[in-house]
């Protein structure tokens, strides 16, 4: 049981490795729903804002504080913090694939709110992410923990 | 131009996710931190950290030249290049932070490296 072994290693956190499975995971659904809604209400901020922006280099200012931009920065800034939270916990090898699912929901809101068009190859491209992520989802989050063990 | 700015994006993003990796990992973060009355602490801590710092500020330049990239490329061009840092990535995580990337998570970031491109198309 080298995982079980490896997550015990790791006191500091706070939790055994049952729990430290599923806290990662909810951290994972944290970092991917903070990314993407950052990102969707900065994009529904800047488009209703486009207008004004080019009018006046005050306009920027005003831009930053109107309720939607300044939402998306504070979801984009709990998306850094929790980010690096989880890159703490789990290998950037499962940080990264993991989290692309991401790139689906941001096309299946782009395709609601923004009335964009989601051909073929976005339903081809949404699968291979899913698939993707469902096969990194099977490995150990943590895998390094035991090569510092064995440094020691 | 072009392609000059595409090596600076995935060059600094590639830079930015291992030098935080790398931090991350040596200074792990507790579940009592992330309460909302530790949070300001964390975040001063997090702050003095050099390599965090020197990992901002490549976001900031990738952030800076992806911007500059949509302004003489198309978005269908400029958002796979994100799609290329997730396999380059994984190389150096196994190279560089030592990470077991068994055949599964080779797979896995293969897929989706595939389907971002396919997503930008």
Redesign the interface.
Known sequence: MAAGRVVAE?P????GPKRLDF?TKLLTAVVVLANVLGNFSLSWGMKHQAAKLADSPLAYIQTIFSPWVLLGTTLLILWF?A???L???A???????VT?IG??FT?FLGKYFFAEQI?W??W?????????????????PN??A??REHGR | MKWIMVGIIVGSTVLADLLQSFEMKRNVVAVDDLRPGRIGRLLRGLAQRGPLILAVCFMAISFFAFMKLLSIADLSFAVPVTAASVVLETVLARLLLKEKVNPLRWAGAFCVACGVALLAV
């Not at chain 1, 500091?12 to 939790?15: K, V």
């Not at chain 1, 081809?124 to 150990?140: C, D, E, F, S």
């Open positions: 790791r500091e956190t706070g939790f806290k913090l980010r690096m939270t890159l703490s916990w290998d950037l090898s499962y940080v990264l694939p692309s790139y689906v096309a051909t190859q976005r081809l491209g949404t699968l291979a992410i899913m698939l993707g992520m469902i096969l990194v989802g099977l490995t150990t895998t390094t035991e090569v």
